[in-house]
């Protein structure tokens, strides 16, 4: 959307590179507190820490935040959950890298901060309006962040059990399958709990779809674009980076692919696809 990109384009420079660094960081401090004084975490963790909207309607507006500090992942034993929990911070650690690369620094700060807030939204939600406290923790969090991932990246594999390759579509796809269960038989209160800790999401790729690629005059340009290729004299090349140059002619195992965010018709070698600066005409 137009107001969006004005948005990124205004407070750009303002966003936090390599925030998923400094979210794995909270995440390692707290598995530490866990795994040496797991009682004691809790107690604290629940009485200070955590998403309660009754005690933040009354002042301790900092559990927006340090909710945080509870890892993406807990073992039966403590060992257990040493091991599982550094594997689970190395591997959000890289998702959140990865979608930052992807996004940029303030695409993904945007998403991760109105994650964030959903978690908070769905908190007080459940307390005005069902009357229930809800202990949210980073799991719906974490979610929004891996489902992002397998949108992007589908065909990326994770070893399950460290043993069996699994795509992330269809990680995805189970995940979603268990949010789609607990909707259909779960209560209203859990069902609106859901709906709003995954609601950035949507909102996001709302926000950043370009939609001007469904107006009239785009889709004429594209109409004459491919009249263009009809004619095209043999030999030459049909596609060229818009950075390095390059074409299929220049290596067979060359891809070429269009910028879904750039205005106009500039397209890009897999070297340069993500790593190019986005092309945006200012509105006259």
């Not at 038989?185 to 949507?202: M, P, Q, T």
């Not at 290596?251 to 897999?270: A, H, I, P, T, V």
């Amino acid at each position: 959307m137009k107001f969006f990109r004005d948005f990124e384009r205004k407070f750009y420079k303002y966003a936090i590179s390599n925030l998923m660094y400094y979210i794995v960081v909270l995440y390692a401090v707290g598995l530490i507190f866990f795994v040496v004084m797991p009682e004691m975490y809790f107690q604290v963790y629940t009485q200070y820490l955590c998403l309660d909207a009754r005690a933040i309607l009354h002042g301790q507006i900092w559990r927006a935040a340090t909710f945080l500090i509870y890892p993406p992942s807990f073992g039966m034993f403590r060992f257990t959950s040493l091991f599982f929990g550094i594997i689970a911070l190395f591997m959000y650690h890289n998702l959140g890298q990865t979608l930052e690369n992807v996004w940029g620094s303030f695409r993904f700060n945007v998403f991760f901060f109105m994650g964030m807030l959903a978690q908070v939204a769905a908190c007080l939600l459940g307390y005005l309006v069902f009357g229930q406290i809800w202990p949210l923790t980073t799991g719906f969090l974490n979610a929004s962040i891996f489902l992002a991932f397998a949108m992007y990246f589908p065909d990326a594999q994770f070893l399950l059990f460290f043993v069996l390759p699994v795509k992330a579509k269809w990680l995805a796809v189970a995940e979603c399958a268990v949010y789609l269960y607990s909707f259909i038989f779960g209560s209203a209160a859990d069902r609106c709990e859901l709906l709003v800790s995954l609601a950035n999401i949507l909102v996001f790729f709302l926000l950043t779809r370009n939609y001007s690629r469904y107006s009239l005059k785009e889709r004429q340009r594209k109409i004459n674009f491919k009249k263009e290729m009809k004619i095209r004299p043999k030999g030459a090349a049909r596609h060229k980076c818009a950075v390095c140059g390059r074409t299929e002619l220049d290596g067979e195992n060359l891809e070429f692919r269009y910028c879904s965010k750039c205005e106009g018709s500039f397209e890009y070698c897999q070297d340069h696809l993500y790593t190019h600066k986005h092309v945006i005409k200012e509105e006259e």
